[in-house]
């Protein structure tokens, strides 16, 4: 998924005659802190609230407040990753893009970007959540995807996320199964370290009181 696709349909574009009123007038509408600021195709900078408010911009047009804009933007052909991250690193409540030839065609916004991230990590389907915490070199993609489409399931997304205090890398996979027990299991027998489960809790309830009862059927062995 690319700029262009996330292009919003809705937030505009401030001109130079537009003055700082505004501006914050828009923002508060569309519930951002930033906008794109265009002359035709050509895109000027990005003014913000902050801006506004803190260097008393309030009356003055776009044109008189050129200096005090940002230049940061992404091209059309960017993938939503790399979008992300400039919108995170500085702080973004959107971000323009621009064509190859530097032409101005839209914003993307964070709601944007949070839709189509729910929609990439699956959030709407329905199925179950394993989180796996292993080291980084006992990742084995192809053995995980072995395991859960062993127990005739998918993985309908995965991602990796290293805690800013740990050497384990944490592997979160959304199965399009709402009883994980079977793959639970598969992974417990092939020695995986399972931080987190989230399924039905009453499917979860049933796995606790069966290994419960192992155990206790084990002790008195």
């Known amino acids: 998924m690319i700029a262009k696709q996330l292009i919003s349909d809705v937030i505009p574009s401030l001109?130079?005659?537009?003055?700082?009123?505004?501006?914050?007038?828009w923002m508060e509408i569309f519930?951002?802190?930033?906008?794109?600021?265009?002359?035709?195709?050509?895109?000027?900078?990005?003014?913000?609230?902050?801006?506004?408010?803190?260097?008393?911009?309030?009356?003055?047009?776009?044109?008189?407040?050129r200096e005090h804009m940002a230049p940061p933007h992404v091209h059309s052909n960017q993938h939503i990753y790399e979008i992300a991250s400039v919108m995170s690193e500085l702080k973004l409540s959107?971000?323009?893009?621009?064509?190859?030839?530097?032409?101005?065609?839209?914003?993307?916004?964070?709601?944007?970007?949070s839709k189509k991230f729910a929609d990439l990590v699956a959030v709407h389907e329905p199925g179950g959540i394993i989180v796996l915490e292993v080291t980084p070199i006992d990742y084995s993609l192809p053995q995980i995807a072995q395991i859960v489409e062993g127990n005739d399931a998918k993985i309908l997304s995965l991602y990796t996320?290293?805690?800013?205090?740990?050497?384990?890398?944490?592997?979160?996979?959304?199965?399009?199964q709402v009883d994980l027990s079977p793959i639970i299991q598969t992974f417990v027998r092939y020695d995986y370290s399972i931080r987190a489960v989230f399924m039905d809790e009453s499917i979860?309830?049933?796995?606790?009181?069966?290994?419960?009862?192992?155990l206790i059927k084990y002790m008195n062995i």
């Open 15 to 25: 001109r130079l005659t537009d003055d700082g009123q505004k501006a914050l007038n």
């Open 31 to 65: 519930r951002i802190s930033h906008l794109p600021v265009v002359d035709g195709r050509e895109y000027i900078g990005l003014i913000s609230d902050k801006a506004i408010y803190d260097l008393n911009l309030i009356d003055k047009k776009m044109d008189e407040c």
């Open 94 to 113: 959107l971000v323009p893009v621009l064509d190859l030839k530097h032409s101005y065609m839209g914003v993307v916004s964070v709601m944007d970007l």
């Open 161 to 176: 996320y290293k805690e800013d205090d740990s050497k384990e890398l944490l592997i979160t996979l959304k199965i399009n």
């Open 204 to 214: 979860l309830n049933n796995l606790y009181d069966d290994r419960y009862n192992q």
